[in-house]
Each structure stands twice: as structure tokens, then as C-alpha cells.
């Protein structure tokens, strides 16, 4: 019975993500389109395996340009993405794994206070950082620098760093080997937070591609 409610809700978020935007609303000729279908019926028999277990995932639809956290096919929470930008996309088939969560920035604990000291929370999660996954997969997340141009001076630091990075470990080793699949995703600084938050190691994303 359980199986059933999640591939049910699947079915349902499957249908509500494609027309949460409105500028991300498939068009009818989609229907037609033998990719998209292609597409949607392998993220559909990926989210049932996952939604068929006792965990959260998270699926990532760059159709709908939405982050979607979920557990058992039923969406918890909802990160819109402002713009993205990926490689070798079409590697991207099965889940992945996340290896570590992201690194926090741990306040000192001052072990003469007198009061009581704030635990982490929130605010103190990074607005950009790194996810690894198995099998090998990296996703950059961004935040929305608004104007700032340190802040954008910085994220596009990272983003050359892990372009250097790959081109260099080309050089060293002499293979060709095209480097592992990237995502670049920006959300806003609160929703990039929010997910450094809520992922946990272990935790499997599944990601719905565009089709050409």
C-alpha cells in the first residue's frame, strides 16, 4: 500500500513541477517529443525506486528549474533555481550519492563564557559550496550575489578553480578522459543555506535533464 502512495505522489509532482513555473511550462508538443517522454519515464522508475525507502532525496528538475526535497515520492520543500549551467549532462542517468555534506564554518567556543552559547543553525551554513557525489558527479552551488561584486568575484573564482582543477589533473596524468559531469546551480543566498541545511551525507539526488 505504501509503494502505491509513493508512486502515486511521484505521478502528481511529476505533473505539478513541470507547471509550477510559467516560464518553465512544457509545451504541449513535449507530449509528442519522443525524448522528453524518454526522460520522464526514466525519472519516474528512478523517484519509485528511491521513494519506495524510508529516506529523504533530493530531485533536482532542470526542466522546472526547481530543487525538490522528498521523501517518499512526497515533495517537503521546494528551492526554486534562478540559472544553471552543466557538462555532459547526458552522463547523469542513474542517482547519486552525496559524499560528505558541506563544511560549516564552526564558531569557537569560548569555554569561559558564562552564558549559554548559540548552537549552529542557520545562519551559519555556507551560500556557496561544493557537492561531491558517487559516482562521480560535482555541483557547485551558487547564491544570487545581488549586485555585490566581491561576492560574484568570488563564486566565479570557484567556478575557474574547478575548471583549473580538471584541466590540470589532465596535464599530470596525460589522459584524456573527459573530466566528471558538473552542475552549476544559483538559488537565492537563503535557499542555497537551506540546502547546505538540509543534505546530509549519503543522501541520493536524482536529476531530470532537458532534452535538446
Given amino acids: 500500500m505504501t509503494f502505491l502512495c509513493a508512486t502515486f505522489s511521484i505521478l502528481l509532482s511529476l505533473i505539478s513541477v513541470s507547471w509550477a513555473a510559467e516560464s518553465e511550462v512544457i509545451p504541449p508538443g513535449d507530449l509528442a517529443d519522443s525524448a522528453s517522454l524518454q526522460e520522464a519515464t ?11 525507502k524510508p529516506q529523504t532525496y533530493v530531485f533536482i528538475d532542470l526542466v522546472a528549474n526547481a530543487i525538490l526535497i522528498k ?11 534562478e540559472r544553471w549551467s552543466g557538462s555532459d549532462l547526458s552522463r547523469l542517468a542513474a542517482p547519486r550519492r552525496l559524499r560528505e555534506r558541506p563544511q560549516v564554518n564552526r564558531r569557537k567556543i569560548d569555554h569561559t ?16 559550496f561544493t557537492l561531491k557525489f558517487a559516482p562521480l558527479l560535482t555541483i557547485l552551488v551558487l547564491s544570487n550575489t545581488d549586485g555585490n561584486l566581491w561576492q560574484w568575484t568570488l563564486q566565479q573564482g570557484r567556478v ?35 540546502l547546505a541545511w538540509t543534505v546530509t551525507e549519503g543522501m541520493p539526488f536524482l536529476i531530470r535533464r532537458p532534452t535538446p
Fill in 71 to 81: 521523501g517518499r515520492g512526497v515533495e517537503l520543500h521546494r528551492i526554486p533555481i
Fill in 160 to 194: 575557474w578553480w574547478g575548471r583549473l582543477t580538471a584541466w590540470g589533473q589532465i596535464l599530470r596524468t596525460g589522459a584524456m578522459s573527459p573530466p566528471p559531469p558538473s552542475l552549476n546551480l544559483t538559488v537565492s543566498l537563503d535557499h542555497a543555506q537551506s
Fill in 42 to 52: 526514466r525519472v519516474l522508475e528512478e523517484e519509485i525506486k528511491l521513494a519506495a
Fill in 113 to 128: 563564557a558564562v552564558t549559554e552559547q548559540d548552537p549552529i543553525s542557520l545562519v551559519d551554513m555556507p551560500t556557496t
